[in-house]
């Protein structure tokens, strides 16, 4: 493989997906209007509950949009995830998955496309958000829609990653939903996306371990030290090994002579 024909790949499979993304309007306004519900209807009731005031400056880093803004982020980019997932589930059913991935090239390396291809997806939904929340008045440093996009990408990396491994697992796109109900939820709720940690410790330590050891948590705490401008060191490590961990499961898994057939013949 030269770097002339890995190049003709990546971008054929990454426009596949970017031009996909923008045939379905449906998606686009589901991505955004999913967060911004949450925004804008229980950022009073969550900023009540932790005892904050839409009056403190940024910079003391305790405003409410320090909690909820990361965690509405992280939520556009899991729920862009596993739509990945079913896009790979329906190619795969449809065949054009099969045609895929047995063409000339490293499995590895397309799957690698399509991961990239997912997260550009999430990269151009997430700053659509963050540019209409700054509408409605949530307070981020303009150098924080910078800084926050390595976090943004290697997030997105990971979430997509795991969409992947679980678009093997799924062998019908009817069980789809199902499946994705047992880990969008729990992974969302179960987190630090909504509460700080220490607020879960005050209602149910073994709340806090769950939250802790949640590889969700450690994306969105990655992502609110991002936005301002710090680096959490233990979130970095820990998505950068959940991130291997799942691509190279989710390779493992997409294996033609192993795992693909068409469900439909059995």
């Known amino acids: 493989m030269n770097a002339a024909m890995a190049w003709r790949a990546f ?4 426009l596949r997906e970017v031009l996909r993304f923008f045939r379905q309007r449906g998606r686009f306004l589901a991505a955004l209007v999913r967060p911004l519900v949450w925004l804008v209807i229980f950022a009073a009731g969550f900023r009540a509950a932790l005892g904050l005031s ?4 940024y910079e003391t880093y305790t405003t409410y949009e320090v909690y909820i803004v990361p965690g509405l982020i992280g939520m556009v980019q899991l729920f862009n995830g596993m739509q990945s997932s079913l896009s790979m589930v329906y190619d795969r059913e449809m065949g054009s998955m099969r045609l895929l991935l047995t063409a000339p090239l ?3 390396f397309l799957l690698l496309a399509k991961l990239f291809a997912g997260v550009a997806v999430s990269l151009l939904q997430v700053y659509a ?3 209409i929340s700054r509408v409605y008045g949530v307070h981020i440093p303009l150098d924080g829609f910078v800084g926050v996009l390595p976090a943004l990408i290697l997030c997105g990396l990971m979430l997509g990653a795991l969409g992947l491994l679980l678009s093997s697992l799924i062998t019908q796109i009817e069980n789809f939903a199902g499946v994705m109900n047992f880990v969008i939820f729990p992974m969302f709720f179960l987190s630090t996306a909504l509460y700080p940690l220490w607020k879960m410790a005050e209602s149910s330590p073994l709340l806090e371990r769950i939250c802790a050891i949640n590889p969700f948590s450690h994306a969105v705490e990655l992502l609110r030290f991002a936005l301002y401008g710090k680096l959490n060191v233990m ?3 820990v998505c950068l090994a959940c991130t291997m961990v799942f691509f190279i499961a989710a390779v493992w898994s997409y294996n033609p002579r192993r795992r693909f057939h068409s469900s439909r013949t059995g």
């Open 11 to 14: 971008r054929g499979v990454a």
């Open 129 to 131: 958000f963050l540019l």
């Open 54 to 57: 839409i009056e403190e400056p």
């Open 106 to 108: 490293p499995r590895w």
């Open 235 to 237: 979130s970095l490590g």
